[in-house]
């Protein structure tokens, strides 16, 4: 990790921890346990409250006309689910549990008035907003630029370093998503996920402790990194 990137990492943790805390401080709170399965809201669901992960994981969905689900984003500890319905005070989206976690939520209008006596918390939603904006597009510009081995390290890469900024083991990390789930993400195949992750693993990227293959060994400081710009540039090279 580099030393922009390093600082990058620090900021953001420091950011999740004082959310958290003001949150906390100033905002009614519901807090609750939800485990893998629950539905947080869906497409149509009146808006009125913000969420925040306290712990846990989510998926976001979003549904097409003939049926298929198309996943766009997954929340970490410390990410603001519910901010697709500010605009129309309508879901447009499906939150999903993916494990048991604790899921802070709070009237909208709450955090506003909270806001006007504390300042900083403005900011801080204005800069989960900002954080959530450049996820989407580096995931936009990873799908449109590097190959599907290195779409998949890349992905692998964005998990670890979810679980660094959060103070959480990223060494051996535990894929919540299945395989046809990380290529519905990715714009790839359940095929060419497989084959991505037979070739992490061939290279000694990463290791698979056991036969279920959710729980995933990162092999070696930086060797996501290393693969990713490795095959992007075998790529360049052949064209």
Known sequence: M??????????????????????????ALQRRIVHA???????????????????????VTNGSNDGR????????????????????????CEAVALDTGELWS???????????????LISLLHAAMSRELGRDRDTMLAMATLPADARVADFLRYWTDMLAERGLRNDCITLHLTRAEIGNYLGMTLESVSR?????????????????????????????????????ASVAMAH
């Open 69 to 92: 689900e198309q996943v766009v984003a997954v929340k970490f500890k410390g990410d603001w689910l519910g901010f697709d319905a500010i605009a129309l005070g309508r879901h447009s």
């Open 2 to 27: 580099s030393a922009i990137e390093r600082n990058q990492s620090t900021d953001a943790a420091r950011q999740i921890a004082e959310t958290l805390h003001l949150l906390q401080a100033h905002v």
């Open 196 to 232: 991505a992750f037979s070739r992490l693993a061939r290279e000694s990227v990463i290791r698979f402790p056991e036969k279920g293959r959710r729980d995933i060994e990162i092999l070696g400081n930086g060797a996501l990194r290393k693969f990713i710009n490795h095959h992007t």
């Open 37 to 59: 399965g629950h539905r947080l809201f869906q497409p149509g669901d009146t808006f009125a409250r913000l969420h925040v992960l306290n712990s846990g994981l989510f998926k």
């Open 106 to 120: 709070f009237r909208y209008d709450d955090l506003l008035d909270a806001g006007a006596r504390q300042p900083k």
